[in-house]
């Protein structure tokens, strides 16, 4: 199983940006999705998860509201949609997957987000 992750950049305070996760080798539609993020001197942390279908999300706390996480099993992809980005959001960002709901066993090699304030 291999994760693409795409889609960062640099982006004022307050602005938008779209994250992708292209999955390959693995029965999609019958995988979890999540992502991480790890900043500058800080530990890889937990943001967000999406089940196989869909049906239940969960956020962390630092991004709920702001954050939307998302998967096209027609395109065997996911997507973290982010608004309201703040400085404190500067990180290199990890999408990860699983056949199991919370064991991240896949993880693609992370894009990373710098928001400037």
């Known amino acids: 199983v291999q994760l693409q992750a795409s889609g960062g950049g640099l982006v004022q305070a307050g602005g938008s940006l779209t994250l992708s996760c292209v999955v390959s080798?693995?029965?999609?539609?019958?995988?979890?999705m999540a992502w991480f993020r790890q900043a500058p001197g800080k530990e890889r942390e937990f943001i967000t998860s999406i089940s196989y279908s869909g049906a239940s999300t969960f956020y962390a706390d630092s991004v709920r509201g702001r954050f939307t996480i998302s998967k096209d099993n027609d395109k065997n992809t996911g997507y973290l949609q982010m608004s309201s980005l703040e400085p404190e959001d500067t990180a290199v960002y990890y999408c990860?997957?699983?056949?199991?709901?919370?064991?991240?066993?896949?993880w693609g090699q992370g894009t990373l987000v710098t928001v400037s304030s």
């Open positions: 990860a997957a699983g056949m199991r709901y919370g064991t991240w066993n896949y």
């Open positions: 080798g693995s029965a999609f539609r019958q995988t979890n």
